[in-house]
């Protein structure tokens, strides 16, 4: 509970990110890491409480931002309907990777979701190279939408996630979840189902990265699939960093991964010259990152957050731990 | 004094084992009844033609060297395995309808009351003591996936029923000391007390031990034997257990039953299992002279 009102309040703060005078390029790069922080949720939902391994989240987010484009632009149908759609169909792919999963796990289940993603990016180039949402079409209720409203919108999708997220981490859920990762042979003996539970960790990363897609198209509203790396498996790539950064088993430790690797780029690293003659440094810089956090804190950047918290909670309380056996 | 009768019967009998089957024929006296079960991989024939029945509220003990074919029983009963041929049947009650196994999904098993620990402990590491009990009970949760999501009232009302029952089966195995700690990097000791505590959790009618002892020095040895016996006093259930230690088999199991190469050996009380001459040649090999 007291985790949900930080989270609240957290959010509170992102919202009023552009009323306090901050540029309008820091907020847009502050919109675009949030709607990477979303596919990053999810995925860390599937990787640290399902255990599964997918590089598949630039394909759904393909799903998404398609899906905003034909609704929102070609049939001129409101933004509620394009998520609506956007939602139904994730969640009908997501059950079908997640019968896959039950089958083929660990390295495999990565590459045939990637084939999957690639698969589907094809399928967005034949259909239409550059898809585009013009600023008159976009409307809410009626009104007239702009790039803050979307990114309100943005931010609270990104709260309600998390929020959803969270509790169902921490709920009978959650930890059936983590006993199918941990020993699926105990968790059969206790009544838990593989399958259901595998299928309900891909829907849920699944319906993420769709919605995430959805979120993009509506606020950069020009994309050229051809060309973008949006959809291809650097995004997948990235966002595993981001949860690999973080701490795949703390949603804001892998939010925190996420602006690492995106926030950083976007509002610093683009303005250094070096960087932006040499934007494949950039990639190295998270590879670089990727290894010392796996070689020296397996947990993550969450991982050094609690070992800190504990040693400041040790220093104020003066007690000795070991003394509790 | 059953004993006493049954080594006196023993006696008379030569080197005979007597034929327990015969003795009590009652419907629905049998939780378990395994009729002429078959577990083959490819040519290994590692259960072939068993048969056998467990009374209601007895412990009973598999025994056999290595590889006789103890944990593929287990297995078999428990659905992890899908016996080649053969069915086990179960009835819950004296009143039950027999249920064949092989007709349940392995998830679905422990709805019916059996439940198993596994012969290299398989607690989930990264959940609390408490959350690993607590998983246990999942099925006993009605909450929808909406009321989880949105942590609705309903879901706290039952998260504090299972609670206070993990924490009186905790503080019955004297583990409410571990309750926060993280079952990853736990003595190997207590970890089996939490395999044993989580089939409690579900309301088990029948609790199959996989070797229980295995790992233990004696001391906690002993107090294992106490606690099966104290299990099945205070939760009145039936417990099927393998185990290497002859001792505590002995000292717990009311009947035994001896297997070698998935084959019947010997069926009978500790007394009779200790006396019967296939078994020593099992164990000890054929006498040479």
Same mark, same amino acid.
């Given at each position: 509970m007291k985790k949900n009102y930080i989270t609240i309040a957290?959010?509170?703060?992102?919202? /009023?990110?552009?009323?306090?005078?901050?540029?309008?390029?820091?907020?847009?790069?502050?919109?675009?890491?949030? $709607?990477? *922080?979303?596919?990053? +949720?999810?995925?860390?939902?599937?990787m640290g409480y399902g255990g599964l391994a997918s590089l598949g989240t630039a394909g759904f987010v393909g799903v998404g931002a398609y899906i905003a484009y034909f609704v929102v632009e070609v049939y001129k149908l409101p933004i509620s309907v394009a998520f609506l759609i956007t939602v139904a169909i994730s969640l009908v792919m997501g059950v079908l990777v997640g019968f896959i999963s039950l089958r083929i796990e660990g390295i495999y289940l990565a590459l045939l979701t990637l084939g999957l993603s690639e698969i589907l990016r094809n399928t967005f180039v034949s259909i239409k190279a550059t898809i585009k949402i013009n600023t008159s079409t976009l409307k809410m209720l009626g009104m007239p939408v702009g790039e803050l409203h979307i990114y309100l919108l943005i931010v609270a999708v990104f709260i309600v996630l998390m929020l959803i997220t969270?509790?169902?981490?921490?709920?009978?859920?959650?930890?059936?979840?983590?006993?199918?990762?941990?020993?699926?042979?105990?968790?059969?003996?206790?009544? $838990?189902?593989?399958?259901?539970?595998?299928?309900? *960790?891909?829907?849920?990363?699944?319906?993420? *990265?769709?919605? /995430?897609?959805?979120?993009y198209m509506l606020y950069v509203r020009n994309i050229t699939t051809s060309s973008t790396q949006l959809f291809s498996i650097i995004t997948s790539l990235n966002i595993l960093g981001a949860a690999v950064i973080g701490g795949a088993?703390?949603?804001?430790?892998?939010?925190?991964?996420?602006?690492?690797?995106?926030?950083?780029?976007?509002?610093?690293?683009?303005?250094?010259?070096?960087?932006?003659q040499n934007p494949a440094f950039i990639t190295m810089l998270t590879g670089v990152l990727i290894i010392i956090i796996v070689m020296f804190y397996p947990g993550g950047l969450a991982q +050094? /957050?609690?070992t800190l918290k504990y040693k400041i909670k040790n220093l104020s309380k003066k007690t000795n731990v070991g003394g509790a056996l | 004094m059953n004993r006493e009768v049954a080594s006196i019967n023993l006696q008379n009998a030569g080197s005979e084992i007597i034929d327990t089957k015969a003795q009590t024929e009652v419907a629905g006296s049998n939780i378990i009844e395994v009729e002429n079960l078959c577990m083959y991989f490819g040519g290994i024939k590692a259960v072939d033609g068993l048969s056998f029945e467990v009374r209601r509220g007895e412990?009973?003990?598999?025994?056999?060297?290595?590889? !006789?074919?103890?944990?593929?029983?287990?297995?078999?009963?428990?659905?992890?395995?899908?016996?080649?041929?053969?069915?086990?049947?179960?009835? %819950?009650?004296?009143? !039950?309808?027999?249920?064949d196994l092989s007709t349940v999904k392995i998830h679905d098993v422990s709805t019916l009351g059996i439940v198993r620990t596994f012969q290299n402990v398989e607690v989930v590491p990264e959940l609390s003591v &408490?959350?690993?009990?607590?998983? !246990?009970?999942?099925?006993?949760?009605? %909450? %929808?996936? &909406?009321?989880?999501?949105? @942590?609705?009232?309903k879901l706290r009302r039952e998260e504090d029923k299972v609670t206070a029952k993990a924490m009186e089966v905790l503080e019955?195995?004297?583990?409410t000391l571990y309750k926060d700690f993280y079952a990853h990097g736990l003595p190997y000791g207590i970890l089996k007390k939490v395999e044993i505590a989580r089939t409690l959790m579900s309301d088990p009618k029948l609790i199959i031990l996989d070797e229980p002892a295995a790992g233990l020095n004696d001391t906690e040895t002993e107090e294992l034997i106490g606690i099966i016996?104290?299990?099945?006093?205070?939760?009145?259930?039936?417990?099927? &257990?393998?185990? @290497?230690?002859?001792?505590?088999?002995?000292?717990v199991c009311n009947r035994i039953l001896a297997i070698s190469f998935g084959k019947h050996l010997a069926l009978g009380t500790p007394e009779e299992i200790q006396a019967s001459p296939e078994v020593q040649r099992a164990y000890l090999g054929e006498e040479e002279d």
């Open positions: 957290a959010g509170l703060m992102l919202a /009023a990110l552009p009323f306090v005078g901050l540029s309008s390029s820091v907020v847009f790069a502050m919109g675009t890491t949030l $709607i990477f *922080a979303v596919m990053t +949720i999810g995925f860390s939902f599937l969270t509790n169902l981490i921490n709920s009978p859920i959650g930890r059936a979840l983590i006993s199918v990762k941990n020993s699926p042979s105990a968790a059969q003996a206790m009544g $838990i189902s593989l399958l259901k539970h595998r299928v309900l *960790a891909f829907v849920v990363s699944t319906v993420f *990265a769709a919605v /995430a897609g959805l979120l088993k703390s949603l804001w430790g892998s939010t925190f991964g996420t602006f690492l690797i995106y926030g950083i780029q976007s509002m610093f690293l683009s303005k250094i010259k070096f960087f932006v +050094i /957050a609690m | 412990i009973f003990g598999l025994i056999g060297p290595n590889g !006789a074919g103890k944990t593929t029983v287990f297995n078999c009963i428990t659905q992890f395995y899908r016996p080649t041929s053969g069915r086990v049947l179960y009835r %819950s009650t004296p009143e !039950a309808e027999a249920v &408490l959350d690993n009990l607590r998983i !246990a009970a999942y099925r006993s949760y009605t %909450s %929808s996936i &909406l009321t989880q999501m949105l @942590h609705l009232p019955f195995l004297g583990l016996g104290q299990i099945q006093e205070k939760y009145g259930c039936t417990i099927l &257990l393998v185990e @290497h230690d002859m001792g505590l088999v002995m000292k």
